[in-house]
């Protein structure tokens, strides 16, 4: 068992008493996790290179008398999905996992005491939503670099004008709980409109430091020197509680460039990740 998977449970079971993370009787880096709230108790093993590489939810242990037929299972593909939402290379999860799942399943069981029971006096009406200006994107990430316990991680997407990039940041913070946890989200963005229009050549490019003094420049003189266009990067910092100094701004640069070059952006080179 690691330092950090230790030091994990005893803070679990302090937190949520005594029990509540526990190795499984008789087996090697599988432990339950009862989520008392809902009387069900999950199955996780925790590989010998957590929090480096992600734990896998493997099951039910066991559920509860009073819990509707089928509830245990949704619950279980529930707590897999926020897993996934959840989870950074390099940083104990089990504490966020808890409590994003206990957002979710409240926030349904609001939303199915409020719903009102169709009838023939009541009839179902759909509700239109506005589309979203623009599709998702997807991202190619970097490798993970862990400094002194603050850990980065780059994403790249290709953009075509400064509105789509402020989409997709948007989009990013909303939809991904971890990255909108991070100490800083640095941005820096490149757009030549002459690669849409050989009549037209207009520039945009901007970056954002978000409170990492001067690393959105030196973000964007990367992408400059590296001569690459219709990108759009965001470095994810982690700050672990030890100042790295200039150190930081060589580690940004270093996961930026590795999205941009796994992405082929970088004209000949690119192997793609996407997430």
């Not at 087996?27 to 010998?48: A, K, W």
Request: proline residues 5%.
């Amino acid at each position: 068992m690691s330092e950090e998977l230790a030091n994990e449970i005893e803070a679990i079971n302090s937190i949520y008493g005594s029990g509540t993370l526990q190795k499984a009787s008789g087996e090697n880096n599988i432990y339950t996790l009862s989520l008392t709230n809902n009387n069900v108790t999950l199955r996780l093993s925790f590989p010998l290179g957590y929090p480096e590489i992600v734990p896998q939810i493997l099951g039910t242990e066991a559920i509860g008398d009073s819990v509707r037929k089928g509830y245990g299972k949704h619950v279980l593909d529930t707590a897999r999905d926020t897993l996934n939402d959840v989870y950074t290379p390099g940083l104990v999860c089990v504490f966020d996992l808890m409590q994003e799942l206990a957002v979710v399943l409240s926030e349904e069981l609001t939303k199915d005491q409020e719903t009102p029971k169709a009838s023939e006096e009541q009839p179902l009406c759909r509700v239109l939503t506005p589309e979203p200006l623009f599709e998702p994107p997807n991202w190619t990430v970097s490798n993970t670099i862990t400094e002194k316990k603050s850990i980065f991680l780059a994403r790249a997407c290709s953009v075509t004008s400064p509105d789509q990039v402020q989409s997709y940041i948007s989009h990013l913070l909303s939809s991904n709980k971890r990255v909108a946890k991070a100490t800083h989200n640095i941005s820096a963005y490149r757009i030549s409109s002459h690669s849409l229009n050989p009549d037209t050549k207009l520039v945009f490019q901007d970056c954002d430091d978000d409170g990492e003094n001067a690393a959105g420049g030196r973000l964007l003189h990367l992408l400059q020197i590296m001569d690459v266009w219709g990108v759009l990067v965001v470095v994810s910092r982690w700050y672990g509680g030890v100042q790295l100094g200039p150190d930081r701004f060589r580690i940004i640069n270093a996961v930026a460039r590795d999205a941009v070059v796994t992405g082929g952006w970088l004209k000949g080179e690119g192997n793609k990740r996407e997430l």
